[in-house]
Structures are given as C-alpha cells and as structure tokens.
C-alpha cells in the first residue's frame, strides 16, 4: 500500500481502522490458532527467500553473483526463520501449560544475577554453530524461579490486547521490520501497522507475500512513504503504541518535534518544564557508537590477520551501515604486537570487496569524520582509517555514530586486567549509546584473568557483549534479546528504551552475552580450545558466504540431518 499524503489519507486511516477491528480478533485467537499462523508465516517466507535476497541486493547495488549477497540471506530471510521456529516452541510450551524455559538451564553470572543459556539450543546448534555460545543475563534480583513464571509475556495472557502498534521500519537490515512486527504481536499482542523506509521501498511486495497471513488476518497492514507519512501515522489517535529503529535523532524529532524548537523542548523537557509532542509510548532501537576492545596477549600471526579480518567485517558488514557496526577499536599502548596488528587492520579493510554506498548520506558522513580528523587515511574503496585518537569527554570518533566505513582506532595505557578495566570505563563513560561492545581476547588470556573477566563484563553497561565474536551475532540468535542497557529515558534515549527478538519472550532481561572461538577449526586447539566453526560466513572475506547463507536458510525453513553435508562442504570452502 503506497501512502503518500499529498493525496490524502484515506488509505492510512482505512489500514488502521482495519487494524482496530483485526486487535479484537487477535485477542480472540487461541494459543492454537496463532501456532498455526506461525506455520504459515514460515512457509509464506522460505517461499519468498529468493526474490527477497534478489530485492535487497539490487537496491544496496549488489551484484548476483557477489559473495557479499551472502549477507543478504542470513540478516534477512534466515534470521526471520529462525525466530518463527524459536517462537513455535516458545508458544508450544505455553499452549502445554509449561514455561518456554522449563527445559533451558539457567545459572548465576556476577551481579545478583541469572543467566539463560539460549545457544546453543539444540544438537543442530552445537554443529552448525560449534564453538558458540549465547546467555541472557537478568536483571539483578530476578531469580530462576522468577525467569520461569514470568516467561511469555503478552501470551501468558493472549486474551489482555495491546492495541495497534506502528513500527517505523529500519532501511538497512531487512529483517529487521519483520521481526519488529513479530515482536509486537507476540510480546506484546498489538497488531501492527508496518510503515517501511523509504530506502526499502522496492522490497515491500515481497514482504506482502511473505507476511501474507498476518496481513490476510487482519493483523497486519504495511504501508510505504515519506517522513509525512510516518509524522502523520505517529500522532494518530488510532495508534497506541510507535517503535521506531534508527537514529536517536529520529527519535528526538518524533518525540519532541525538530529544529530548534525541538531542541528547546527536550531541553525542557529534561527539567520538568514541558511535555513531549508524542502522547504515547514510544520504544526504540537506536544504534551508537560500538566499541572494540582488544585484550593485549601474545597472539600468532595467523592469530593477528584473523582477528583484523573480524574487526573489518565489523565495520564493513552491510557496508558499514549497521546499527551494531563497530568503530572505535580499543588497544594497549603497551601491548608489544600493536604496530604489527594495526598493519593487518590496515591491510583488512583494504581487502575487503567492495561495494556501492547505498546508505544516502554516507559521503557526507565519510566527509564529516575526514574533516574532524584530516590526518585519517583514506583506504582503497573509500574506507577512512583514524588513528591516535584520544579518549577526552566528546572525542567525535566516540560521540557520533558515522554509518559508514569509518573505523577508529584509540589506545589506553596498561595490560592484562588494569587495561580491560580502563577500557571497561572508558566504553561506559565516553562512548555515544549502549546498544553493544565487543571484547576480543586470547583464551589464554581469559584463563588467566578468571573470575575477574566475568566481573569486567557485568560492569559494561551494554545490551550487547561480544567476546571473542561479533554483537552481530547476538542479533541473529533469535532467543538472545536485541537493544540498549535498560535505564534509558525519552530526554537521554541513547540507544532506545525497550527489547526485541527475544523469542523466549523473557521478562526483565537486561543484555545477551555471546561468546565466540578465538580461532577457526583447524588452529583452535593450538590456542586451548576446540571448535568444528571455520571463517564464519558472515566474514566480508568470506568467498562462500552466499552459497552458505543460501543453504542455511533452506535448513532454517526446515531443518534436515541430510542439509548438514552441504552447509558444512560450502563454509569450509570460505
């Protein structure tokens, strides 16, 4: 449905009165009935995967025949699977009178408090994703007892509506609106209204077809436009509740309206003077800047080159335009192998394939930061390399989210545990947004640092930890919650307020830890650990990454002992 107000708002106000009527029919559907729109959402969308991976890689100027297409499949249609299969069972557990983690183990992590192990899952995790693993640390206080009952929300009572919901699609990850919409109507048993981004604008009849039961139901209604369209959707009386993915500009401008006025009632706002322009609530997944931190140890040269390609495709996945994308890479001043390591860096970001930037904006941006740092290299393909950046209060590098292939690099003095606690600090209190950090070490290094490490993790305020791994991949593990450290508010939203994903449907969840192989398959022993996990495919020096994807979110659609072969066969070709 293409909404442009120029020609009124018929169409807009007639998708919400269809939504209006479709809430009471949602409250009325049993356990049952949604399990079985589940199902067919799931066979609507694998029957979709094609032209949706085809959609997307033409806008973001992709060629077929690209390994970066790769990206496509398992950021879109994978990632949508494998959250209607982890919802199924979370859904199939309540309709049996049992609680979605009955059979998950929960243990104690620092800080008062528990964590859900929610990878791996199964056997089929163990082998597709070795070397993995992913926990839900709760808030401090709740315990195991607490996680059980309370797990479910919005279907522990199905009947109790919330209304309509207008999500505020993201441009960049195509999973992303759909799994918000799921979100709302399972959490939180709103039917949605789903206005896209105008950058993804062209994918919007895939998405009818692959959402065509929820849409068929009443359930769900998509519209496309403008920002008029959004501002005209987000006041009206019809929605009760906006979630928007993207900047915590667009937020502010939505909230408190923009310019300078909007900036002046913020300010109000802030001290008790005024009230927002939005009179609803509002939740929100807002992006930041991401730190790395890099742990100094003795590390190999094969050791040097993996972990330089990991940190490129931390910036440059999707072409830098990712709301989880690292740029500042934290280092030891004192770390002996640091000159040698930032060559690799170098050389990384270098090789990596290149792409169109597709994201408006971004030379502006790319400009922007070359212009705070005039001193920056300018890498082969128009990637910026900042280094000797310092770690003051309001250091650009830290404060502005540049959404685009930009990588900083600043340095703190110290090793072993004074660094990662300095480091720890200066992620809290000098980085823009709370959304992920990352945290790469060599097992050695964590064995010795013990207990202390795990402590040094509960003291990072994000909803996001990535050791050893990518926050990316917290993004993609379905039952792993998704968004900012709680605590957030509308005058300093950061990187939002409020979760997603969450396919356990978990109740006070405060952040997702993963954990990652320091070293692929074939070096893993050497550095004290075992893993079958080759270069993940996700890598952006993954030459295998299509063919992996693609084969991956055929077994996500339905899952079969004789797809292992051929996954397997294609990831260690990468």
């Given at each position: 449905?293409?909404?442009?107000?120029?020609?009124?708002?018929?169409?807009?106000?007639?998708?919400?009165?269809?939504?209006?009527?479709?809430?009471?029919?949602?409250?009325?559907?049993?356990?049952?009935?949604?399990?079985?729109?589940?199902?067919?959402?799931?066979?609507?969308?694998?029957?979709?995967?094609?032209?949706?991976?085809?959609?997307?890689?033409?806008?973001?100027?992709?060629?077929?025949?690209?390994?970066?297409?790769?990206?496509?499949?398992?950021?879109?249609?994978?990632?949508?699977?494998?959250?209607?299969?982890?919802?199924?069972?979370?859904?199939?557990?309540?309709?049996?009178?049992?609680?979605?983690?009955d059979d998950v183990p929960i243990g104690s992590v620092p800080g008062n408090r528990v964590a859900v192990k929610v990878l791996p899952h199964n056997l089929f995790d163990s082998l597709l994703l070795s070397g993995y693993r992913a926990e839900v640390w709760m808030r401090p206080g709740i315990g195991a007892d607490d996680v059980r009952a309370r797990a479910g929300l919005g279907q522990?009572?199905?009947?109790?509506?919330?209304?309509?919901?207008?999500?505020?699609?993201?441009?960049?990850?195509?999973?992303?609106?759909?799994?918000?919409?799921?979100?709302?109507?399972?959490?939180?048993?709103?039917?949605?209204?789903?206005?896209?981004?105008?950058?993804?604008?062209?994918?919007?009849?895939?998405?009818?077809?692959?959402?065509?039961?929820?849409?068929?139901?009443?359930?769900?209604?998509?519209?496309?436009?403008?920002?008029?369209?959004?501002?005209?959707?987000?006041?009206?009386?019809?929605?009760?509740?906006?979630?928007?993915?993207?900047?915590?500009?667009?937020?502010?401008?939505?909230?408190?309206?923009?310019?300078?006025?909007?900036?002046?009632?913020?300010?109000?706002?802030?001290?008790?003077?005024?009230?927002?322009?939005?009179?609803?609530?509002?939740?929100?997944?807002?992006?930041?800047?991401?730190?790395?931190?890099?742990?100094?140890?003795?590390?190999?040269?094969?050791?040097?080159?993996?972990?330089?390609?990991?940190?490129?495709?931390?910036?440059l996945h999707n072409g830098g335009y990712n709301c989880i994308a690292g740029q500042v890479v934290v280092l030891s001043s004192d770390w002996p192998q640091r000159g040698e390591f930032l060559a690799q860096v170098r050389s990384a970001l270098s090789r990596a394939p290149q792409r169109a930037a597709y994201y408006p904006g971004s030379d502006q941006r790319v400009a922007g930061a070359?212009?705070?740092?005039?001193?920056?290299?300018?890498?082969?393909?128009?990637?910026?390399?900042?280094?000797?950046?310092?770690?003051?209060?309001?250091?650009?590098?830290?404060?502005?989210?540049?959404?685009?292939?930009?990588?900083?690099?600043?340095?703190?003095?110290?090793?072993?545990?004074?660094?990662?606690?300095?480091?720890?600090?200066?992620?809290?209190?000098?980085?823009?947004?709370?959304?992920?950090?990352?945290?790469i070490a060599h097992p050695r290094t964590l064995r010795a640092a013990g207990a202390a490490f795990e402590e040094a993790l509960a003291d990072l305020r994000y909803g996001c930890i990535a050791v050893n791994a990518w926050t990316g991949f917290g993004f993609l593990t379905a039952r792993a919650t998704w968004g900012a450290f709680p605590g957030h508010t509308l005058t300093d939203v950061?990187?939002?307020?409020?979760?997603?994903?969450?396919?356990?449907?978990?109740?006070?969840?405060?952040?997702?830890?993963?954990?990652?192989?320091?070293?692929?398959?074939?070096?893993?022993?050497?550095?004290?650990?075992?893993?079958?996990?080759?270069?993940?495919?996700?890598?952006?020096?993954?030459?295998?990454?299509?063919?992996?994807?693609?084969?991956?979110?055929?077994?996500?659609?339905?899952?079969?002992?004789?797809?292992?072969?051929?996954?397997?066969?294609?990831?260690?070709?990468?």
């Amino acid at each position: 449905m293409t909404a442009q107000l120029q020609h009124g708002t018929e169409e807009l106000d007639s998708a919400l009165s269809d939504l209006v009527a479709g809430a009471g029919r949602w409250t009325a559907l049993p356990l049952s009935g949604r399990l079985d729109l589940l199902s067919r959402v799931s066979t609507a969308v694998s029957r979709q995967a094609d032209d949706w991976v085809r959609v997307a890689a033409s806008y973001k100027g992709l060629e077929p025949s690209s390994s970066l297409v790769g990206e496509e499949w398992t950021s879109g249609p994978y990632a949508v699977l494998s959250a209607l299969t982890a919802l199924t069972e979370s859904l199939r557990a309540l309709e049996s009178g049992r609680s979605p983690v009955d059979d998950v183990p929960i243990g104690s992590v620092p800080g008062n408090r528990v964590a859900v192990k929610v990878l791996p899952h199964n056997l089929f995790d163990s082998l597709l994703l070795s070397g993995y693993r992913a926990e839900v640390w709760m808030r401090p206080g709740i315990g195991a007892d607490d996680v059980r009952a309370r797990a479910g929300l919005g279907q522990l009572t199905p009947s109790r509506g919330g209304g309509v919901g207008l999500v505020l699609g993201a441009g960049n990850i195509t999973s992303i609106p759909v799994l918000d919409v799921l979100y709302e109507l399972f959490a939180h048993n709103r039917v949605v209204l789903l206005k896209l981004n105008p950058i993804t604008e062209t994918i919007a009849p895939v998405f009818q077809s692959a959402l065509q039961p929820l849409v068929a139901a009443g359930f769900l209604r998509i519209v496309t436009g403008g920002a008029d369209v959004g501002q005209y959707l987000v006041h009206h009386d019809l929605v009760d509740h906006v979630h928007i993915t993207g900047s915590a500009l667009s937020h502010d401008a939505i909230v408190f309206g923009g310019g300078v006025e909007g900036a002046a009632r913020k300010a109000a706002a802030r001290v008790g003077a005024a009230e927002p322009l939005l009179d609803k609530e509002i939740t929100s997944e807002l992006g930041g800047v991401s730190p790395i931190i890099i742990v100094p140890g003795r590390w190999s040269k094969a050791d040097l080159r993996f972990q330089a390609e990991h940190i490129a495709t931390q910036r440059l996945h999707n072409g830098g335009y990712n709301c989880i994308a690292g740029q500042v890479v934290v280092l030891s001043s004192d770390w002996p192998q640091r000159g040698e390591f930032l060559a690799q860096v170098r050389s990384a970001l270098s090789r990596a394939p290149q792409r169109a930037a597709y994201y408006p904006g971004s030379d502006q941006r790319v400009a922007g930061a070359k212009s705070s740092y005039p001193s920056a290299e300018t890498l082969p393909n128009g990637r910026l390399l900042i280094t000797g950046i310092g770690s003051a209060d309001g250091e650009k590098a830290m404060t502005t989210e540049y959404f685009a292939p930009v990588l900083a690099v600043t340095e703190l003095p110290g090793s072993g545990l004074d660094f990662l606690r300095a480091a720890v600090a200066t992620a809290n209190e000098k980085f823009a947004g709370t959304l992920g950090v990352n945290v790469i070490a060599h097992p050695r290094t964590l064995r010795a640092a013990g207990a202390a490490f795990e402590e040094a993790l509960a003291d990072l305020r994000y909803g996001c930890i990535a050791v050893n791994a990518w926050t990316g991949f917290g993004f993609l593990t379905a039952r792993a919650t998704w968004g900012a450290f709680p605590g957030h508010t509308l005058t300093d939203v950061q990187s939002g307020i409020g979760l997603v994903h969450n396919a356990l449907l978990l109740d006070d969840a405060e952040r997702t830890v993963v954990r990652g192989p320091f070293r692929p398959w074939h070096r893993s022993l050497g550095a004290g650990e075992f893993t079958l996990s080759p270069r993940p495919p996700w890598f952006v020096t993954n030459r295998t990454q299509a063919t992996t994807g693609r084969r991956l979110t055929a077994f996500a659609a339905n899952p079969s002992w004789v797809k292992l072969p051929g996954i397997f066969a294609s990831a260690l070709r990468g």
